[in-house]
């Protein structure tokens, strides 16, 4: 089967919105498209002659640990060494190959490849000639390949990517995971991510907009031009504008500052996200030869050790989470759908803040986070000099640190979400002098690019013998240390803290903490998204070396695999709500996971058995334990409309009370009162056999990039619409239309079955599946079968 070449018609494409549209080049086209895959080593893959008729064709994000290992049913493998790390996936080799042609009108551009993001050890040839190796995963990198490109003719870029070796200790996903992008430019231009724009003032009033753009000057003879810049406001509104020329050596690189004054201006915050855009233009002779467009947001943040952390001076207290980068059942494949929605159930559960653990997350996520209101803490490195494994960073780390380092802070530093750069989390022997000298020269190689934002990093165990080392950060992070939050601000009494890593079973503690001293920031859950590997952490307890198979989750978010909120993020809610809320959880009569019968104590990054259930057939009259979570001062309890008792929240219950209400069918409902007045009612009911199917999206309307996703939640509901939550029915599903289902999921972290079918188990009443648009107008029809339930049908529009 032949494959059809991809042509860049680049001369006919339209500029960048908010650019002028007489440009003639649209100056970064994505790359995503038609490439060709073959998982396995290939003798010879860069070269043109190889025959790659037979491979398959996908679009870019790819990750290929996420599907079916070849010859199973399941991306899972209970003999993988270090399974429970990666959550029990395979890695291996995979080429990818892109054929395409460069119109012959663009002979003289020069021509750049981006990569988001490729895991891991990636090769890369461009006609057969080898373009560079980037060896870190999670960071964006790109490569001049002028040289290499013929316009007119066929191209060909060769990658190579190797993840035979267990590098992570969570899954990591394999493959060209995030986008991949060509920029054209004229041979003088702006260069790639050499614009900074900073806010160094700002009022309501008025702000200093601060913008420096670095010209690049590849003509071959000394020149000059004019920068012209302009802000731009939601409504298309030049809100301010301004030029500089330059004057720029042949081969040499040269920054132009601008000043510009935005009157008025709409500050961002997390509770009104308020975006600008910077359009940049580069003039020679009159005419425009290259044009840039930035996101970027005016408002001002500070760290005061008195006051603690002010955005838009105001105190504000991070409620935050830590997040891996894997989108579940989508393995590592960072869609621009998957991470805004990430982004967005944060957003309704209550954060206004996420750590990227433990790495530089994609620009689809930072966006997503800029667009809706979440702060981000941008972290670089999960390992230093020692590190995890034997194949992991730490074996390149003193060669590459600063290049991938840099490489993060030029790419992130116009986002108005990021406050806080973090070099490392939990670095090896980091009590030694060794250590503390080495983290004294990443910050202040991150100060020397960036000073607006503050150098931070996850410290466990903090201690006295690391002062050496907290010594080098500006805002400290302490991983699981309460306990030193007052003496190591009696130590550091300049430098504020935060919980950069906090466990969900002692949230109340934790978040006390954070109210009480102004010094302290925020506090960041582990987690707040469930993840895949770290394999049952939140059941069995940390031990990598040990396996729990069919365990591949985490099992510790917040929020579930399939986005469901768990009991904690309810109890979670009273801490951080001003809305009074009751919420009902029962400690099920035998343990959710009987494979597991027994937790482990010490895994205390779980949060306790307890379920949203009133269904336990077969234990009628035994005794359970039934909890409320409030943050209301009482809460009376009913059981079939009879009182069991009111109960006080107090320092001691914090914000959880229980009662013992023996099991029978029926209705519990929980009123809670402050000052003596009801404020709030929940009720959690015994569900019936299911009897329908609730499909739910959490998008309707989809646009025809052949990338975009919808969520279809899935329900099995009794008579009155409630949600079964023992129902594990098989679900079937049936896709037409002018899109694809490209993943089913259950939130069962012991559920090894394909995320690739088009069939899936309920777990508790619910199941997910993710349809993806075409690239024509149209509709999408999911139509959703279970045996002896009426069938049900979704329609998502495209267009």
Known sequence: MKYKYIILFLSLTVGLAGCNKKIEISRVVSFDEQWLFHYGDVEDGEKKMLDDSQWRKLDIPHDWTIEDIPGTTSPFDSTVVN?????????????????????????????????????????????EQYVGNQYYGYSTFGYDITDFIKPGETNLVAVQVKTETVTSRWYSGSGIYRHVWLVTTSPLCIDNYGTVITTPLVSDQKADVVITSTLVNYTGKDTKAVVRQKIVDKDKKIVAQGEKEGKIRKGEKVAVPQNLTVVHPLLWSVDSPNLYSLVTEVIQDGDRIDCTEETFGIRSIQFDAQRGFLLNGKVLKLKGGCIHHDNGPLGAMAFDRAEERKVELHKAAGFNALRMAHNPPSPALLDACDRLGILVIDEAFDVWRYGHFKEDYSKHFDILWKEDLKKMILRDRNHPSVIMWSIGNEIKYNETEEMALLSGKLADYVRSIDNTRPVTAGVNAVSEKKDAYLNTLDVAGYNYSPKEYVSGHQRHPEQLIYASESYSSEAYDYWKAVEKYNWMIGDFVWTSFDYIGEASIGWNGYYLEQSFYPWYMAYCGDIDMCGIRRPQSYYRETLWSGKPITYISVTPPVPSFPLNPRKELWSVWDWPDEIDSWNFEGYEGKVLSVWVYTQCDEVELFFNGESLGRKNNTDITKNKLGWKVPYQKGVLEAKGYVDGKEVTTSILKTAGSPVDIQLTADKSVLSPNGQDLSYISVALVDAEGSISPVADDLVHFDVSGEGTLIAVANSNPMSTESFRTTYRKAWRGNCLAILKSGKKAGSIHLKVRVDGLPQKEIIIKVK
Request: no cysteine.
């Open 83 to 127: 399974g429970v790390s990666s959550g029990f996936t395979r890695g291996g080799i995979g080429w990818y190959r892109k054929h395409f042609v460069v119109d012959e009108s663009q002979l003289g551009k020069r021509f750049y490849i981006r990569f988001d993001g490729v895991y891991m050890n990636v090769d890369i040839w461009v006609n």
